[in-house]
């Protein structure tokens, strides 16, 4: 294990890439309408933060504040560094918003009306607004003895509103809570004739300033003051005490939204009797509090870029292609059995997976379906196409995992339906997460059985797939197949782990095996020939894969990470990790894709997996590693994800050994490269 002092913080690193999605934001050459959504963006990643991060560092507190974490630091001092970055984060975000993204809308036709830049008839028109979508489904709550502050969840907008008077039965209150109800747009589009033929927009929260006291008649509304607790998110489910798993996590979820309060915002207009208030009420302290000076849920304005039809302000539109083999429906299974087939998405179409699916399901020849999901959305075609499959007789069995954070609902509503065809539906392995991406379809083929497998690195989601770069292999190789059914075999029945003839597991052979690789890079170098380690991944934070590196780095092995999130190793320090470098890419697309490259002297090895290089995918997840076999297809994943991704000086921000990250951009008469603008070029219909 390397020593604290040689290892970052998490939580810190984290927020590091959230300065990196920020500065999309702030970027002018990105089109305005984009830089709003980055904008909207780095809002939900720290909504998430809070749920799940800073959920765990103040239980570490409580439980164990004298424990050193990782980096060698107390929780309260993480706590301290983590909550002073996230309120500069949130200043620049409300800086840009109010002062470079509103203006620059504004000019653009764009415009979002405050009170009291209201038209009579734009007043007008929010009144009536208000009283036929707004009225009749507020509930205010007067507290009172006989009403207690109210349960309020998670995320939610409320408006705490002071009040002064006697209500219709002389009780006296000087407060009362009102929730908006999820299913209300946040934005409310008024007429294009009440705004010059422009798009105008109001905020919920102006809608409801202007016409709360309507909710308290006979009664002075002194105050009106939105506000947003979040919650620790956690789902907490008890082996000892479980029966049934899908029945516990539905219980779990309907409790989530109730968590222990993590964080309180208010806007910057609100008194500091009320938000005292307030934090009371969520048993917070004074540093939980975040005040910003708009909005306090910039995530709702996503609804806008779509809203408003501006080509010329968004990215332009690109279509994916699908190789010439993977069309041919109908010869799918014949093509893959005389090759190996390989998508890059989303510069090449998903649709070949779904095709690959529906195939099966209508196939005679097709008698068994095996297939992992974690996350796939809650209109799936391809789950679609299992159920069809079931109800055609065939044999279906889905490994769903019903722990898929934040997407638990959706999992357990399919997993539900496919029960009732008849699939075979598994929950995995209780305490391992299925995070493996792994299809197998088996086909009868001439009186004998033939197997054929798909596996990526990114979710069976159609939506996702379109936003973030990601590898899927299409292979028959019979070693491999065999490897696949092996697997689905252990997640599904009982008995030890078998050896497999290509494929690295977790939680059982991929960490032994990247250990044992970056060794052998090492040995090379002792021995007088060339080392060379390429790896690119989500996030990096598991420590004895980070002091087996600073070990190869200090043996003269070179070592280039491309590493999208988190990484809490510390490249080019010398006598430590001088051979190491790092590098962040951020832009249009999310990288997400995980490819590991060892030189081998001469002859490399290539393998994709769905494995971060964490401790929860090496020891407590289910994950693949497969390798790429055929030459055309390894030369294709080493150009496309790594080769052009250390060119890349575009969206590419290199890190330094304190953790910060400087952006890359041509020098002198250097070319400009961008990784994914090239790989769009190519592929592009």
Request: proline residues 4%; contains cysteine; charged residues 20%.
């Amino acid at each position: 294990m390397p020593q604290s002092a040689n290892l970052l913080c998490r939580e810190m690193s984290l927020l590091a890439f959230n300065r990196r999605v920020l500065a999309q934001a702030e970027d002018q050459r990105v089109p305005l309408l984009e830089r709003l959504k980055f904008l909207c963006i780095v809002s939900s990643n720290l909504d998430e933060f809070f749920e799940v991060r800073m959920a765990w560092l103040k239980q570490q507190l409580r439980l164990n504040p004298h424990q050193a974490l990782a980096n060698g630091e107390l929780p309260q001092q993480v706590i301290h560094n983590v909550i002073a970055e996230i309120r500069n984060i949130i200043t620049t975000q409300y800086q840009l918003f109010n002062q470079d993204l509103l203006p620059a809308l504004q000019d653009e036709g764009i415009r979002f009306f405050r009170r009291r830049e209201w038209t009579s008839a734009q007043a007008a028109w929010v009144e009536e607004y208000f009283l036929r979508e707004l009225k009749p489904i507020l509930t205010p709550i007067g507290l009172d003895p006989s009403h207690p502050f109210p349960r309020l969840m998670n995320k939610s907008l409320n408006f705490a509103v002071e009040l002064d008077g006697k209500d219709a039965f002389g009780r006296e209150s000087g407060m009362a809570i009102v929730q908006a109800p999820r299913i209300l747009p946040r934005v409310v589009q008024l007429p294009p004739e009440l705004c010059d033929g422009q798009y105008g927009f109001v905020f919920l929260s102006s809608i409801m300033h202007a016409h709360i006291d309507t909710l308290f008649s006979g009664m002075e509304v002194k105050g009106c003051h939105q506000f947003r607790v979040t919650r620790d998110s956690e789902l907490a489910v008890d082996e000892e005490d479980l029966k049934n798993l899908r029945t516990a996590i539905q219980g779990e979820l309907r409790d989530r939204q109730f968590g222990e309060a993590v964080r309180l915002e208010i806007t910057h207009t609100c008194p500091e009797h009320v938000s005292d208030f307030l934090l009371q009420q969520f048993q917070l302290s004074d540093e939980a509090m975040y005040v910003v000076n708009g909005p306090v849920n910039l995530v709702r304005l996503m609804a806008v870029t779509d809203m408003v039809d501006r080509p010329d302000l968004k990215f332009p539109l690109f279509r994916s292609s699908i190789p010439k083999k993977l069309r041919q429906r109908e010869k799918m299974f014949e093509n893959i059995a005389a090759q190996d087939g390989l998508l890059h998405h989303p510069y090449q179409s998903f649709q070949p997976v779904v095709d690959m699916i529906r195939q099966a399901a209508k196939d005679p020849a097709v008698v068994a379906i095996k297939m992992t999901i974690y996350r796939t959305g809650s209109n799936s075609d391809l789950v679609k196409a299992l159920l069809q499959a079931a109800l055609a007789g065939k044999q279906v069995t889905v490994v769903m995992e019903l722990m898929a954070r934040f997407d638990e609902e959706t999992n357990v509503n399919w997993a539900s339906q496919l029960e009732r065809v008849g699939a075979h539906v598994v929950y995995g392995v209780f305490g391992y997460k299925v995070h493996a991406k792994m299809a197998l379809i088996i086909r009868r083929e001439n009186g004998l059985l033939k197997s054929y497998a798909h596996l990526g690195t990114g979710n069976y989601h159609q939506g996702t797939s379109r936003l973030y770069t990601d590898l899927g292999l299409f292979t028959a190789n019979e070693q491999i197949t065999q490897d696949v059914n092996q697997l689905f075999m252990e997640i599904t029945g009982l008995g030890q782990p078998s050896r497999l003839n290509k494929l690295f597991q977790s939680p059982f052979t991929l960490h032994k095996m990247l250990l044992n690789n970056i060794e052998r890079e090492m040995a090379h170098v002792k021995a007088g020939g060339a080392g060379h380690v390429i790896a690119k991944m989500n996030s990096l934070i598991e420590p004895s894969i980070i002091q087996k590196l600073y070990e190869a780095s200090q043996a003269g092995v070179k070592i280039e990470l491309i590493v999208r999130g988190m990484c809490v190793l510390k490249p080019g320090i010398e006598g430590l990790s001088e051979n190491i470098r790092v590098r962040s890419l951020v832009g249009r697309l999310l990288e997400h894709s995980r490819v590991f490259y060892f030189g081998n002297n001469g002859d490399s090895e290539v393998f994709i997996s769905s494995a971060d290089w964490m401790g929860r995918n090496f020891f407590r997840r289910i994950e693949t590693c497969v390798p790429v076999l055929d030459p055309q297809l390894k030369q294709r994943v080493i150009r496309e994800t790594l080769s052009l991704a250390l060119e890349d000086n575009a969206q590419a921000w290199d890190m330094q050994s304190d953790g910060t990250y400087l952006r890359d951009h041509p020098v002198g008469n250097e070319h400009e490269t961008n990784l994914q603008t090239i790989l769009m070029h190519e592929y592009s219909l």
